[in-house]
């Protein structure tokens, strides 16, 4: 079964730090580009970030809400995406999805929720 | 960057009604648009690829059309579990999003 499970949402206070994992199974996933996708609550969608694939250097895109305090990297060697997310502002509230870009994002992990407050 | 605008934001609908949904981008995008379904506390799933391809396993009374600037998804006779929010995309932007509710 082709599949995204996230992990490693929780709790963080403002100016601190949390890694999202987001493990894929079912498809050759050193192929794909995979991005991370957002919404907080009530809102709708927002683009996060992508990190290409090997044959593409492994190049990265950041929204600019995120860029400079989110790093995307994988391990295609263990078929996972991830996402350091530093500096925490309590807009970045969220559940956090990982997708697999096609262009069009064809499959969706069921998301972990992001909270940053005091 | 570019800007896509839904419209409208939110309709209300019947079971067996026709929906037209409306993707406006703010520079031509080619057919390089896509359509997602989203229902509450879910993962989006996509619709629509390239404009008007149909994802594997989504019932055709979905279509997508459009080109350039202007783009649309019809749902041609809503069910039940058509009621939700749709998104369209392109890259790396989303449209605001249109709530299809319940008459």
């Known amino acids: 079964e082709v599949q995204l499970v996230e992990s490693g949402g929780g709790l963080v206070q403002p100016g601190g730090s949390l890694r999202l994992s987001c493990a894929a199974s079912?498809?050759?996933?050193?192929?794909?580009?995979m991005d991370w996708v957002r919404q907080a609550p009530g809102k709708g969608l927002e683009w996060v970030g992508r990190?290409?694939?090997?044959?593409?250097?492994?190049?990265?895109e950041y929204a600019a809400s995120v860029k400079g305090r989110f790093t995307i990297s994988r391990d295609d060697s263990k078929n996972s995406l991830y996402l350091q997310m530093n500096s925490l502002k309590t807009e970045d509230t969220a559940v956090y999805y990982c997708?697999?870009?096609?262009?069009?994002?064809?499959?969706w992990g069921q998301g972990t929720m992001v909270t940053v407050s005091s | 960057a570019i800007q896509l605008t839904q419209s409208p934001s939110s309709l209300s609908a019947s079971v067996g009604d026709r929906v037209t949904i409306t993707c406006r981008a703010s520079?031509?995008?080619?057919?390089?648009l896509a359509w997602y379904q989203q229902k509450p506390g879910k993962a989006p799933k996509l619709l629509i690829y390239?404009?008007?391809s149909l994802e594997s396993g989504v019932p055709s009374r979905f279509s997508g059309s459009g080109s350039g600037t202007d783009f649309t998804l019809t749902i041609s006779s809503l069910q039940p579990e058509d009621f939700a929010t749709y998104y369209c995309?392109?890259?790396?932007?989303f449209g605001g999003g249109t709530k299809v509710e319940i008459k």
């Open positions: 997708a697999r870009d096609l262009g069009a994002f064809d499959i």
């Open positions: 520079q031509g995008i080619s057919s390089a």
């Open positions: 079912g498809f050759t996933f050193s192929d794909h580009y």
């Open positions: 390239d404009a008007s």
């Open positions: 995309q392109q890259l790396d932007t």
């Open positions: 990190t290409r694939n090997k044959a593409n250097s492994y190049t990265t």
